[in-house]
């Protein structure tokens, strides 16, 4: 890659480029599925390729390619530069001479790239096996799915920047349907780790079954304010609803409730939220950015105050300000945008079970459904199908089901009253968003 590099800036110099940079990034996905005792599918995926953008005659022009080669140079240079002539951009890019230092980290497990497809589908079948076994009612298991991601990033400009860095990880999805008479109920879960000996089959089948059995007889309860505990995967789904809000590129563009609150209560004095790059769990975890940045833990939301907004390199000479690292380039041949890395609520010292018996009656929320088509991630309003238990008396009265929860996310910030010390992550989306369970003082919620 070094002798590709230096080869492309050379012949890009005599084009009459004056600042370049690369950026090369690689993936190789596994993912297979068990179905019945029998693998259902499997898939190899590999992806990878470069990209290229220039400085010439004032103006940026881009170019990609996934053939990395000194046959593919002359295309990289003459589209970047044909690009260049026609783009139209009221806002100039700069490319990045490098940060001071960067945080010594790893996030590659020579381990776990060790670890054989077999053993990998072994583990699906077991899980699988483990979830019939624990009661007769399991009508399917409709989901056990293996995924793991290796991934490599290097990018390097004529000013100077030259970083490099691999990733990987394995997560677990587990699903399993329940049967009793003419109902059915379902309950999903998911694990995420870099220590692929760290996952139990039977652990993870007794949770799923558990719960989906813990469903049965569900019924909807009168519509009224409730005191709600958010559980802590429905609270992380939530925040990944809404993080864009953090975003100073969408505060810049109006599309953030968040303009003109720094250094304002956002939401309760008991509130932290902080975006850690190098948290060693975590799926987004990374030392630069997509623009070579350094990263480093940041308190976005600091005892209820909005302290930062997440911000790139543009975003940042706007408001004139450093870039807090969280430029986000989705694939090689992707545009810079804004994402957290790995964003979560700090939690607290309370257990799920302590919140539960604190309360004479609440709504424990296990599952938020419709979040694309039900929050507004720039009004912060949402109103979104529900399922969970209700709590009489400091324990699990009944399940719940077919209801609505509505409010609006920065509201709910400003009334959380206690917080658990359970972190859980959402995989869904950009970054990796994670919060402890919540209780809040009170949410509508529409049910009879």
Known sequence: MVAFKEQLFKAGTAKGFTDMEIYYQSSQRFNTQVFKGEIDAYQIAVEGGLSFRGLINGKMGYSYTEKIDKTEIDFLI???????????DEDPEELFPGSESYEDVTFFSDELAKIEAEEKINVLKEAEAECFALSDKVHSVNYCILES???????????????????????IVLSAVVKSGEEFKSAMKYWVTDDFASFSPKEMAK??????????????????NYP???????????????????????????KSMLAGKLNEAIGAANITIIDDPHYKAGTASQSFDGEGVATHQLKVVEQGVLKTYLHN?????????????????????????????NMY????????????????????ITDLQGLHSGADPISGDFSLAANGYLVKNGAIARPVDQITVAGNFFDLLNQVETIGDDVSFSIMGTGYLGSPSLKITKLSVGGE
Not at 348 to 363: R, W
């Open 78 to 88: 003459t589209e970047a530069a044909d690009n260049a002539a026609v783009i139209e």
């Open 149 to 171: 991601r290796d991934g490599e990033t290097f990018i390097a400009n004529t000013k100077g920047l030259e970083k490099q860095e691999k990733r990987n990880f394995v997560y």
């Open 207 to 224: 949770e799923v079954v558990d719960e989906a059995l813990s469903f049965m007889n569900a019924s909807s309860i009168k519509s009224k």
């Open 228 to 254: 709600i505990i958010l559980r802590n995967s429905a609270a992380a789904s939530l925040l990944q609803a809404f993080s864009s809000s953090f975003s100073a590129e969408n505060v810049q563009k109006g």
């Open 313 to 341: 390199l543009k975003s940042a000479r706007k408001d004139g300000v450093k870039s807090t690292g969280h430029a986000f380039k989705p694939s090689y041949k992707g545009t810079i945008s804004i994402s957290p890395s």
């Open 345 to 364: 609520i700090e939690p607290g010292d309370k257990s799920l079970n302590e919140l539960i018996k604190a309360e004479d009656e609440a709504l424990l």
